[in-house]
């Protein structure tokens, strides 16, 4: 099958995902849910990134004909036993940002082990065809956040070979290295194949 439409919709509620995906994925026209389905709400019940990713993408896929594309990912401290991991949008009783960094602290207080990895599971979804690809960052997570770019954890993570956390790098050292840059050149690889 041939493709000649070079549209990609993102099954995403999550402005600062779908910027990133945007600026990687530059020659591609990048829409998100809410120009193709008027309220987009998955429940994301799968037990892992790639479970939650596909189940995000075949939700929207029923409204378009384009490829759509889901992203599940989250952050992992390996001496919290993987957490937050797909629970990292959802850590804190509150929900945000804010209180999410605030908890991963706390639980990290006092613990001399920080190193962690953000993971991204990136589902592509059109007509028959299902392209699952993962993409990893590693590094390690500091005491305090510092930087206001970017989102998330962002301002606690510190990726190998750098000193400085996502959020004091521009978008484009970010995207250059990150989890959803690694996951996203994969799948970039399939579709360019079938295109
Ligand atoms: P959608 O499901 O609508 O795409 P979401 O934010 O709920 O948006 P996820 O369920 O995949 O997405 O959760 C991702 C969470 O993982 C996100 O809210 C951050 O807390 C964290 N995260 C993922 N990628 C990140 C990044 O690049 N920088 C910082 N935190 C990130």
Known sequence: MYLVNRTIIVASNNEHKIR????????FTIKK???????FEVEEDGETF??????????LSI?????VLADDSGLE???LN??????????SKEQTDEANLEKLLKNLKGIKDRRARFSCCMVAVFADNVIQKEG??????????IGKNGFGYDPVF??????????????????SISHRKNALEKIKEALEVML
């Open 20 to 27: 990133e995906i945007q600026e990687i994925l530059n020659s």
């Open 33 to 39: 849910a809410s120009d193709v389905a008027e309220k």
């Open 50 to 59: 790639c479970e939650n990713a596909y189940l995000k993408a075949k939700a």
């Open 63 to 67: 409204y378009t004909n384009d490829i």
């Open 77 to 79: 401290v390996f001496s």
């Open 82 to 91: 993987n957490e937050p991991g797909i629970y990292s949008s959802r850590y």
């Open 136 to 145: 990893y960052v590693y590094g390690k997570i500091i005491d305090e956040p």
């Open 158 to 175: 510190v990726p190998e070979g750098y000193d400085i956390t996502f959020a004091q790098m521009d978008a484009e050292t970010k995207n």
